[in-house]
């Protein structure tokens, strides 16, 4: 039996790496690996009301209150709700297992928003609907980093599942490996980036025809819905969910960690509040621009120029055998991310900042998924859903922040303001994520007894 070890050489050479027949990593590949469509049906199901809840609170507030700034508000305390509740919940899931937190979750969320629905329709007051906006943002099911988790289990070698062989290797029952081709996970990152952004582009405009079209409180009303249903059907899925209760080689429990104990995951959630900067300012600061120059039915398509270039560069990102290591192309990407937004606050053209924000959006891709692809080796799989949702958390808070900011700049100054708050923010990420860099290598010992498992992980961190 070989010793323990972890490879963490900048970038392995050519001679240190044996030549092997493993084919180019792509899509196709990974959506063949077993029991993945098991879970990646639901999972997008079940996300799709994440991306209505923002909006459809914004349009119900500013229907029943007559003020964007009281509905923004409202919006706002959801999202830091989220942002602050959604780790816990990840660890809960981690160690009682994901379904046991998603049942009751997606029944509290349903009621929280049916409660947010009625006291604004009755006209209640600020207060009451600020109190509602708690629960609500505190409940919202945590989909995306439970399907990164399950991913992370069937590519990385960790046990999932709860008595069916979910990876390519031989045997099953209860607590096997799956031995999954863990080449793949920058790929399975990227899918999730693209699902997530997919989602985005879908989930606004179909809240936004709900509420114009229906009622304004049909976009909530479908949310809740959507959330109880498609919680429900993931939650079925027990198959592929990670398992509790890992055991190391000699029989005994692994030691629970908090994720954000790893230094490596406090360095990415600082950077991706970052990434929350452009998703927030960019929001409210083409919302501004629109309305300056007269034309707020061109704000749907900006944005949508935007998010399309996120999700072209997400799926490119997918089918690319990088050549670099994580560390090294999560500091390009951000400056690459903090070079394009540098530019906004001068753009005053509709094509030109069409264009800018394509490049923009490409740039958002690169950096986002690689910061989740870090996750696998720095954090043990017993903490895994935890890191995933402070990553999440993260961008929300950054998000929630940043629509407040940009907001009152644009209010004070006019757009171009507004635009300020995605360079500053990608900015002071990019340079923590320098200043840090080195916190992103994976703790050797830590990580090898974290897998469990006997061979070497030759595992590249820069």
Not at 282 to 290: G, I, P
Not at 324 to 353: E, N, Q
């Amino acid at each position: 039996m070989s010793h323990n070890t972890v490879d963490t050489t900048e970038d392995a050479t050519p001679a240190a790496t044996p030549p092997t027949e493993t084919p180019r990593p792509g899509y196709g590949r990974l959506l063949r690996t077993p029991g993945a469509w098991s879970f990646l049906l639901p999972g997008f199901a079940a996300r799709q009301p994440f991306a209505m809840l923002t909006i459809g609170i914004v349009l119900l507030v500013q229907h029943t209150t007559g003020s964007y700034g009281s509905a923004g508000a409202v919006a706002a305390v959801t999202g830091v709700s989220m942002a602050l509740f959604a780790p816990q919940g990840g660890k809960l899931a981690d160690r009682f297992g994901q379904r046991a937190v998603l049942v009751p979750g997606v029944l509290l969320h349903t009621a929280a928003v049916t409660a947010l629905i009625v006291l604004s329709l009755v006209g209640a007051p600020l207060w009451a609907l600020f109190l509602a906006a708690v629960p609500t943002g505190a409940s919202v099911p945590q989909i995306g980093p439970m399907v990164r988790s399950r991913w992370a289990a069937l590519l990385g070698g960790s046990p999932s599942g709860s008595g069916s062989s979910t990876g390519s290797s031989s045997g099953g029952g209860p607590g096997s490996h799956s031995r999954g081709d863990a080449s793949l996970l920058p790929t399975a990152a990227a899918f999730e980036s693209v699902t997530d952004e997919f989602t985005f582009v879908i989930g606004p405009v179909l809240a936004t025809a709900l509420c114009t079209g229906v009622h304004p409180a049909a976009g909530l009303i479908a949310e809740a819905v959507l959330t109880l249903a498609g919680g429900l059907l993931f939650a079925a899925q027990r198959g592929t969910q990670p398992k509790t209760g890992r055991r190391g080689e000699g029989g005994s429990a692994e030691p629970r960690v908090s994720a954000l104990s790893v230094p490596g995951v406090r360095v990415l959630a600082i950077s991706f509040l970052g990434i929350g900067s452009v998703f927030g300012g960019m929001q409210v600061s083409l919302t501004a621009f629109s309305e300056e120059i007269g034309n707020p039915g061109v704000n749907g398509l900006l944005y949508g120029v935007f998010a399309a270039g996120n999700m072209l560069a997400g799926i490119v990102c997918g089918a690319v055998a990088w050549k670099i290591g994580p560390r090294r192309r999560l500091v390009v990407g951000y400056a690459g991310l903090t070079l394009a937004a540098s530019a906004l606050w001068a753009v005053h053209s509709v094509p030109l900042l069409a264009g800018l924000g394509l490049l923009v959006g490409l740039c958002i891709a690169p950096a986002l998924i690689t910061g989740y692809t870090l996750v696998e080796p720095l954090v043990p799989a017993s903490a895994r859903t935890e890191a995933f949702t402070w990553l999440t958390g993260a961008v929300a808070l950054g998000q929630a922040a940043a629509v407040t900011v940009a907001g009152q700049l644009a209010d004070a100054h006019g757009a171009s303001a507004g635009f300020l708050v995605p360079l500053v923010g990608t900015a002071l990420a990019l340079v923590t994520l320098i200043a840090l860099r080195s916190r992103l290598a994976p703790n050797a010992s830590g990580r090898v007894a974290a897998r469990g498992m006997s061979h070497r992980l030759p595992v590249t961190v820069d």
